[in-house]
């Protein structure tokens, strides 16, 4: 069964920081991986999409890597705001189901 | 275009009933997957369902099911409620097309059982 990590589970940061978040997963027969922020209470929005056969996945301020043979994807988010404070979540689509296996959420909040 | 909507937002039900919640994905969508998400358990697929079947099932007991009508909207249904079953309930809607879809969440419904 795909078992999916982030870490770190919360990070703190000031504002104007560079910052990286982690997803690790034990298998590595994807199809795609995704990446959401979920606000308190709220229902999950989709950042980026990174399909198995590609490296990485740009939108604005946020870049999404993908290591699929090593298990890995990383969200770099530039120049953070306190409006990126959220819980970001890494999810794993496998190549057969179409349900995503979710990671544990990095609870990011930054200070201004 | 509208996006997931999901109802009622809250519910506060006691053990022993039953709840139903629905969900009407974007239009032009026609699966749509049903989640849950608790503070220890995170979050945690339930089913799929696409034109009206289910696809794909999680590993959730038999008091857990759903269904899906012919404009794609779709209710899920917990019968027998317990005190583990409050959580936030999720669906997300794709076009499935085993492309470059994307899944859109909905806000969620809000189960209390007391």
């Known amino acids: 069964k795909q078992e999916v990590t982030q870490i770190p589970a919360a990070l703190s940061v000031p504002e104007g920081e560079n910052l990286v978040l982690n997803c690790s997963f034990t298998d590595s027969a994807i199809y795609n991986l995704q990446w959401f922020r979920q606000d308190p209470g709220k229902g999950l929005t989709s950042l980026l999409l990174i399909q198995s056969s590609q490296r990485e996945q740009t939108s604005g301020r946020l870049n999404a890597s993908l290591d699929k043979s090593s298990g890995r994807s990383t969200l770099y988010i530039a120049a953070s705001q306190p409006g990126d404070s959220a819980t970001y979540l890494c999810a794993v689509r496998p190549n057969t189901g179409n349900q995503f296996y979710f990671g544990t959420g990095t609870s990011l909040t930054v200070i201004p | ?114």
Not at chain 2, 23 to 31: A, D, E, F, K, V
Not at chain 2, 93 to 109: H, I, N, V
């Open chain 2, 1 to 114: 275009k509208a996006g997931v909507t999901q109802t009622p937002r809250y519910l506060i039900k006691t053990r022993g009933q039953q709840v139903t919640l629905s969900c009407s994905p974007i239009s032009g969508h026609r699966s749509v997957s049903w989640y849950q998400q608790t503070p220890g358990q995170g979050l945690q697929f339930l089913f799929e369902y696409f034109s009206e079947t289910q696809r794909n099932k999680g590993n959730f007991p038999g008091r857990f099911s759903g269904r899906q009508f012919s404009n794609s909207r779709s209710e899920m249904n917990v019968s027998t409620l317990e005190l583990g079953d409050s959580a936030l309930y999720l669906c997300a809607s794709s076009t499935a097309d085993r492309g470059f879809e994307t899944q859109y969440f909905g806000p969620g419904t809000r189960l209390l059982v007391l």
